[in-house]
């Protein structure tokens, strides 16, 4: 069989709150809702933005990290693969589906005030060195051998 890829790479801004629970199993999931944007000029020469929102769901580390983190506002680099549930409606007896996406990685894109900045959720530690003070950063003297170009 040749192979195939299932891999989704989004930047956008959370919804509404993620909803966190605990399994049975006792693995944390979380479910979240991400907007992404596109701009583009219709037909009159009018600039119109579309909103797409999708479904996400994250398990484990990921899940915790979101529960702690995240909240709605909240820009996120997000990585993962889409997936396709189906059920039968209690009430209708009507099949349900619902598509989403399953978080492999995600980065945290807000500011300070809207969640830490750059965290990922799959490093093993986190950058734990305290902020430079401001005395610190205005001691530190920039030459031309610092310039990378």
Avoid: C
Avoid at 20 to 31: E, H, R
Avoid at 44 to 64: F, I, K, M, P, S
């Amino acid at each position: 069989m040749a192979k195939s890829v299932n891999k989704v790479i989004l930047v956008g801004n959370v919804g509404k709150d993620p909803e966190f629970k605990m399994l049975p199993s006792g693995s944390a999931v979380v479910n979240f809702t991400l907007a992404t944007s596109e701009r583009f000029k219709d037909k009159g020469g009018e600039w119109q933005d579309r909103t797409e929102w999708h479904n996400l769901t994250a398990y484990q580390r990921v899940a915790e990290i979101v529960r702690d983190y995240v909240k709605k506002g909240s820009k996120l680099y997000i990585e993962g693969r889409i997936q396709t549930r189906s059920w039968d409606d209690q009430a209708s007896g009507q099949k349900k589906y619902r598509t989403e996406i399953i978080v492999g990685d995600l980065v945290l894109l807000s500011g300070r005030g809207e969640g830490e900045s750059g965290m990922r959720s799959n490093t093993a530690s986190f950058d734990q060195r305290r902020p430079a003070a401001a005395d610190e950063l205005a001691a530190a003297e920039i030459t031309d051998d610092d310039i990378p170009f």
